[in-house]
């Protein structure tokens, strides 16, 4: 009860929080998925680059979060706030992507890659109209990984200033405040219900 | 049986080497095809005949010599144009699984921009001709046929924009004896009414001697005997071709045994 009469009369912090949560995430993840799908065409033409990529990056995403802002913040043209949370989730979200898009790009049968190399398909059309779409499952696993990872990892960019719902959280542990460190719990998890399901929505309809 | 006198393919002192191994998985191939022909390519696996044809459409290109299709060397020509313009199926037919049959067989044209309506007759004019009935078939995707359906999509594709040259590497490799001896039968028809040169590689002589117009029989990368069936059984070149052709009477003595 108390929880819902907090709500009722912090409305608008919550709601600011969970819609500067979400826009930091969704333009986290348009950008992660842009560059990692960038870096795995790269990879497709040079196999070497793709393992050394996987490699590099699996050696960003096993550094802490907490340590890795730290790191970010002295960098010209970021320091404090939005501009480096996003740059963090950008480059944790690369292992999990480069992971599930490089594998599943080289995973597809190499008879059928033959087949349509036969035909007089370009490399390109090659990766784009059969790899990708032969792919999709695996493709997809990694977007929602990431997609979860954005969201848990996001909270604690608000250390740095970041704002969104870790915001509700650090205020709430400051000010011994229970409410509002449940309500960020709260929009955490319902965020990352709700988007989680939004894409297998979108999964189940690009596969027909 | 030389159908014309127009060469289509030809193979002068053609090597190639795969990186690692200690010999030539084709050695000093030379060849000249005529354009009508309708060439088996008869070896034991292992032998260069699958190399031999994917240097004919580059997805190889040969350590040393030349390959020329109706004058033109191919060294000098891009890959993907040499590709667009021969057909080519496999026997792992190679459909891919996340397109329709019909979308299958519009591979080709629709990567040399043929206009919609031109691409949609031609595909039914295509599994026509290659023994499925259209409105059944055009809409399904390729796990939902048979073996032998797919492998007669995979033809149907192979033909899309009428090549001059088609290369078939076992094609029916891995379709039942009775299907087969259809296959092989409307194969036979199919190259009859078109005037396209057919390499048809297998490693059933039966096939092989059905089939071919001239037969090259390969072993170890070298080419041993190129002639018509009935020269080869008559004048065997080498031990091998003997070998080859002593195994399948063999065979032949069993049945009679069994009779
Ligand atoms: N991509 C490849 N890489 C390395 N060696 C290969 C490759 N393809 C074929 N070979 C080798 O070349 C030889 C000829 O193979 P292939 O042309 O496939 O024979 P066939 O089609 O007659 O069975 C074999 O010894 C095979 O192991
Ligand atoms: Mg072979």
């Known amino acids: ?208 | 049986m030389i159908e014309s006198s127009i060469v289509a393919i030809e193979y002068k002192n053609v090597y190639k080497k795969f990186e690692g191994a200690n010999y030539n998985a084709v050695s000093d191939v030379n060849l000249s095809i005529y354009e009508g022909e309708f060439i088996t390519i008869l070896g034991s696996s292992g032998s260069g005949k699958t190399t031999l044809l994917k240097m004919t459409n580059r997805l190889y290109d040969p350590d040393a010599g030349d390959i020329i299709l109706f004058g033109e060397n191919i060294r000098d020509v891009d890959a993907v144009l040499v590709r667009r313009r021969i057909g080519y199926a496999i026997q792992q037919v190679g459909l891919l699984p996340h397109m329709t049959i019909a979308q299958n067989i519009a591979i080709v044209p629709k990567l040399l921009k043929w206009d919609k309506e031109r691409i949609d007759n031609r595909v039914r004019e295509l599994l026509t001709l290659v023994g499925l009935d259209s409105d059944e078939f055009l809409k399904r995707y390729p796990h939902q046929l048979s073996g032998g359906q797919q492998q007669r999509v995979g033809l149907a594709r192979a033909l899309a924009v009428d090549p001059k040259i088609m290369l078939l590497d076992e094609p029916f490799g891995a379709i039942d004896a009775i299907n087969r001896l259809h296959l092989q039968d409307e194969l036979k028809r199919l190259h009859s009414g078109l005037k396209k040169t057919f390499l048809f590689v297998t490693h059933d002589i039966n096939e092989a001697l059905k089939l071919g117009t001239r037969v090259i029989i390969m072993n170890e990368g070298q080419v041993c005997q190129f002639d018509t069936p009935k020269n080869i059984i008559k004048n065997p070149a080498d031990g091998f071709v003997k070998a080859l052709i002593n195994s399948h009477r063999e065979q032949e003595k069993l049945w009679e045994g069994l009779i």
């Open chain 1, 1 to 208: 009860m108390e929880l819902i009469q907090f709500a009722q009369r912090n409305y608008s912090i919550l709601l600011r929080a969970l819609s500067e949560h979400v826009q930091m995430v969704l333009i986290a993840l348009i950008l992660s998925v842009a560059l990692a799908g960038m870096l795995t065409i790269l990879a497709m033409f040079f196999k070497p680059i793709g393992k050394f990529l996987i490699y590099l990056s699996s050696i960003i995403y096993s550094i802490p979060s907490i340590a890795l802002f730290a790191l970010m913040i002295p960098l010209p043209g970021l320091g404090l706030g939005r501009a480096t949370a996003i740059t963090v989730l950008v480059l944790y979200n690369q292992f999990i992507l480069l992971r599930n898009f490089i594998t599943g790009l080289n995973g597809v049968d190499h008879a059928i890659i033959e087949a349509a190399a036969g035909m007089g398909m370009k490399p390109t059309q090659i990766i784009l109209k059969v790899r990708v779409p032969l792919s999709i499952k695996s493709i997809f696993v990694g977007i929602r990984l990431a997609l979860i990872s954005t969201i848990a990892i996001a909270i604690i960019a608000s250390f740095i200033g970041a704002g969104g719902i870790g915001l509700l959280v650090t205020i709430g542990l400051e000010t011994n405040n229970n409410n509002r460190i449940i309500w960020g719990v709260i929009l955490s998890v319902g965020l990352g219900i709700v988007a989680n399901a939004i894409l297998v929505f979108i999964e189940k309809r690009i596969k027909r």
